[in-house]
């Protein structure tokens, strides 16, 4: 019945899989594990290849990484546009076939024996310019399976099955790859038939019990409306700035982690697999943590965890043993998870739902837009300097950004130390953000309230 799930969307416990219990959410999610975890082995597969076919070029690996997340820069804002103006359930139908057919492709190509490393490079362009569009989309339909007040938490559980998937997916890809004496042609076929479950779960939605946000219709400068309305609100664009710098020199472990078993440590396929897997087990220890998240994080835990990410980065690149590499990744995870799901969240819950799809693009930009400089920034500096430094120069940066945008919201917030007699007590109180603009919540309210007393003044 609809209104029971109604009553699901609105109620207020803690639980930390509350999510779930709306229908349509709880198959695409579902379908979404099996699915992501065909991507995840499709991504060792790939890389795996990619290290095959170009004699272990760091500086391969770093391009491919870049023409896979490249076309964010072109297409995510035209994504988020289609999301605001059209169906998104119909939008990602489309999107999910295009790429399981892209993996096919892939797939045929190795088994054939006919690959050559442009063919992975030109599919890689391919299969990033979907992702490119799908994204925003995906992200922002998420509000319309459970609404505003699950959303927190669905968003984090989202990210603890995007890293469930991690943890399954690089280890099972290296076992098939090892048993199959390096041929990804399985991990590619296997990624392609994952698709059909996402797709099944699509199609079969109650469509009466979805929440769409009111369409937009087609007009003129709807992608500078939303980079405007971005920059009208500096919460926003203090999280796009971390995002941007943290996704372009910090999260780009499927290079690091690559050319550090196959360089530092002379190990194979499976030993790859299996340092993916222990930083997916720190990404889902820090998912489930941030599942009880109810609330909009804030901006200093946004801070906060950017730099401790950034630290355990460069702790990462400093350990001498496959072992130690491969513990130190656990953390390291788990700290990258939780700034990723809070800062997600953080935009999410900031914005209005007919900006949203723009909104999201344009977050999707900054996260994912500057690996094609950071990547084969890194697979040069690991090639050329030693692998380890990719690491702890790539930690580096990101603990500096976290500590630029920590002085930023010192300067522009009021701070007082406060005293209290009695009981005796000190207090530091940290203002609100000068020249901040509400939250949509917020806005709403002040709206409402001007409209039950239009002609009214405070004496």
Known sequence: MTCTSTDQRTESDHGMFRALRVRNYRRFASANLLSLTGTWMQRIGQDWLVLQLSDDSGVALGLITALQFG????????GGVLADRYAKRRLLLVSQTLMGLLSLALGVLVAADAVALWHVFVLAGLLGAVSAVDAPVRQSFVSEMVGPS???NAVSLNSTIFNGARLVGPSLAGL???AAGGDTAPAFFLNAVSFAFTIAALAGMRTDELLPS???ARGKGQLREGLSYTWAHPDLVLAMALAFVLGTFGFNYQVTIALMARESFDLGAEAFGLLSTAFAVGSLSGALLSTRR???PRQRFLVGSAVVFGLLTVVSGLMPTYLTFALMLVPTGAA??????????FVQLGVDPQMRGRVMALYFMCFMGGTPVGAPLVGWISEHLGAPWGLILGGAVCVVAGLAAAAFLARHRSVRLELQRSPLRMRLRVGALRNAVP???LRAAEEALAER???????
């Open 176 to 178: 098939l790859i090892g």
């Open 71 to 78: 076309p964010s820069l072109l297409l995510s804002m035209y």
């Open 439 to 441: 939250a949509p919540q």
């Open 453 to 459: 007393a239009p002609g009214q003044q405070s004496p």
């Open 294 to 296: 109810s609330v909009r």
């Open 150 to 152: 699950l959303l927190t």
């Open 336 to 345: 990258g998870l939780m700034f990723s799901v809070a800062n997600n969240s």
């Open 214 to 216: 009111p369409p937009v």
